[in-house]
């Protein structure tokens, strides 16, 4: 028969965490502490997936790689065809995927031996405006002949860039004194340097040939160039 005190003695060793005490003369507790062994139980890990890819076409790819943050603390970048596969404990977890001050998060649920995958291309795509560096026309306001056309500058990169566009429209008009209808262009260059993760509006202001009764085109923009 083992001895009781014996017994005692073992579980406690076998226990992480035994507390460990003194006495004074009268019996008194003076002091305690606690001792922990940090370990990671088998069955309390699982594997998640962060990506960009989604169900984009290589045209709408992004270009960059933006951070990850799981639980307020990075973890690595994400670009498209390059994910991030971690492995982290079982339970709720909270995934951010940033470009500058403009996030996307999701709360996600880790499970034993179930993958779980977070996809963040169409709300990052959404938020950014693009997932590439473009120029487009947001509006264009006719006025007899003066014509107003606006456009947007989007840098969906962690970097600021310069950028430039060609924008055309074309019209047609009532010439005074032959009375013919002549068909004319007027066309502006654009050029604005975009903080990273941002966007911004541009206006370009064109006096038409004088005249009357006119007819306006849709307006057009070349291909953003962006360095």
Same mark, same amino acid.
Do not use: W
């Given at each position: 028969?083992?001895?009781?005190?014996?017994?005692?003695?073992?579980?406690?060793?076998?226990?992480? #965490?035994?507390?460990?005490?003194?006495?004074? =003369?009268?019996?008194?507790?003076?002091? +305690?502490?606690?001792?922990?062994?940090?370990?990671?139980?088998? #069955?309390?890990?699982?594997?998640?997936?962060?990506?960009?890819?989604?169900?984009?076409?290589?045209?709408?790819?992004?270009?960059?790689?933006?951070?990850?943050?799981?639980?307020?603390?990075?973890?690595?970048?994400?670009?498209?065809?390059?994910?991030? @596969?971690?492995?982290?404990?079982?339970?709720?977890?909270?995934?951010?995927?940033?470009?500058?001050?403009?996030?996307?998060?999701?709360?996600?649920?880790?499970?034993?031996?179930?993958?779980?995958?977070?996809?963040?291309?169409? +709300?990052?795509?959404?938020?950014?405006?693009?997932?590439?560096?473009?120029?487009?026309?947001?509006?264009?306001?006719?006025?007899?002949?003066?014509?107003?056309?606006?456009?947007?500058?989007?840098?969906?990169?962690?970097?600021?860039?310069?950028?430039?566009? =060609?924008?055309?429209?074309?019209? @047609?008009?009532?010439?005074?004194?032959?009375?013919?209808?002549?068909?004319?262009?007027?066309?502006?260059?654009?050029?604005?340097?975009?903080?990273?993760?941002?966007?911004?509006?541009? @206006?370009?202001?064109?006096?038409?040939? +004088? #005249?009357?009764?006119?007819?306006?085109?849709?307006?057009?923009?070349?291909?953003?160039?962006?360095?």
């Amino acid at each position: 028969m083992v001895p009781c005190a014996l017994v005692m003695a073992a579980a406690c060793i076998l226990v992480t #965490g035994c507390l460990s005490q003194k006495m004074n =003369d009268t019996g008194e507790n003076i002091s +305690r502490s606690q001792t922990f062994t940090s370990f990671t139980i088998v #069955g309390t890990e699982g594997p998640l997936t962060i990506s960009l890819d989604g169900s984009f076409t290589p045209e709408d790819a992004f270009i960059d790689a933006y951070p990850v943050s799981l639980d307020n603390l990075v973890v690595g970048v994400v670009s498209t065809k390059k994910p991030i @596969t971690l492995k982290e404990i079982v339970g709720n977890h909270t995934v951010k995927v940033c470009c500058g001050n403009r996030c996307e998060q999701q709360n996600v649920t880790v499970r034993f031996g179930k993958q779980q995958s977070v996809d963040f291309s169409e +709300r990052l795509k959404k938020n950014l405006g693009s997932s590439k560096p473009v120029a487009r026309i947001t509006g264009y306001y006719p006025n007899n002949n003066q014509i107003t056309i606006t456009v947007e500058f989007i840098n969906p990169t962690t970097r600021s860039l310069a950028m430039s566009a =060609d924008v055309s429209c074309g019209y @047609t008009y009532i010439e005074s004194g032959s009375y013919n209808r002549i068909g004319n262009t007027v066309q502006g260059h654009l050029y604005e340097t975009v903080n990273s993760c941002d966007r911004t509006t541009k @206006t370009l202001n064109f006096n038409l040939a +004088r #005249g009357s009764s006119y007819l306006y085109d849709i307006p057009t923009i070349t291909p953003v160039i962006a360095r």
